[in-house]
């Protein structure tokens, strides 16, 4: 059974790590899907992957920044046109990671990282919901992070905008529960993505640009507890993708831990 037969599916942050792994995991299944990302060589590389699937006559791309309120305006309108006007599917992949200690972070830096995972995730479901007002079993499946329930050091700006994202996630649940939409966030960690370019266990991928005097020790305490690495994007794409199917017609209101045992 293809889960996705017919389903129409707007993904963000689509042009690299988990984002692409979810596109290519939901036109495998049947989907329709809108690819969105800023970076416009990375939404070629999804082309070329969904080309050698042979699934691309059922992919669209857009670019868009989802920190800026008229790209996403924009992006959405040229999404929902490609998909027939309604959408059943959101998924707000889109997310930066900056390292640093937080005495040495720039307010400028702090707010880029809220604007562009906390900020573009809520701008992103606001200018989607008429559409999945009249999409079939609408689900929205927003990105958390392991780093918004446990201590991830040298990451504060990057915590706060995911505990942010995981708040929303609850309340948005339960504002539109009565009209059909259900929301729901993965907390994906130890997943090697283009935003971590983490792929194991040594100290020079346990975490993203992290400061020269870093405490390794603290950090070798994030590694998974099964497997031997970190694991690949195609792990949460399955999560997700089961999360905005009809397997998750059941499911809102909560989020999904991801992360080998990281934090048992």
């Known amino acids: 059974m293809n889960r996705y037969d017919d389903r129409r599916v707007l993904i963000t942050g689509a042009g690299s790590g988990i984002g692409q792994a979810t596109v290519l995991r939901m036109l495998a299944e049947g989907g329709h899907v809108v690819a969105a990302d800023v970076d416009t060589a990375g939404l070629t590389a999804t082309r070329k992957l969904a080309a050698d699937t042979g699934t691309q006559a059922r992919l669209h791309t857009v670019q868009v920044n989802i ?3 008229t790209s996403v305006r924009e992006a ?12 059943d599917v959101l998924v707000n992949a889109a997310g930066i990671l900056r390292s640093s200690h937080t005495h040495e972070t720039s307010l400028e830096q702090f707010n880029q990282v809220i604007a562009v995972n906390l900020t573009g995730t809520f701008l992103m479901i606001r200018e989607t919901i008429p559409a999945l007002l009249q999409g079939e079993s609408p689900a929205v499946v927003n990105f958390s992070s392991t780093s918004a329930s446990f201590a991830h050091p040298y990451m504060a700006a990057y915590a706060a905008s995911k505990g942010g994202i995981q708040a929303m996630t609850h309340a948005l649940a339960a504002e539109y529960s009565k009209q059909g939409i259900r929301f729901t966030a993965v907390a994906p960690g130890s997943i090697s993505s283009g ?7 040594s100290k020079e991928n346990v975490g993203p640009g992290l400061p020269d005097d870093a405490n390794y020790e603290v950090m070798m305490k994030l590694l998974p507890a099964i497997g031997e690495g970190f694991a690949g994007p195609e792990t949460v794409a399955g999560v997700v993708a089961m999360l905005g199917s009809v397997d998750g017609a059941f499911i809102t209101g909560t989020e999904i831990r991801i992360d080998g045992g990281t934090h048992m």
């Open 195 to 201: 935003m971590t370019d983490a792929s194991g266990t």
């Open 67 to 69: 920190a800026d309120e």
């Open 76 to 87: 959405v309108a040229a999404a929902l046109a490609a998909l027939g006007g309604s959408l």
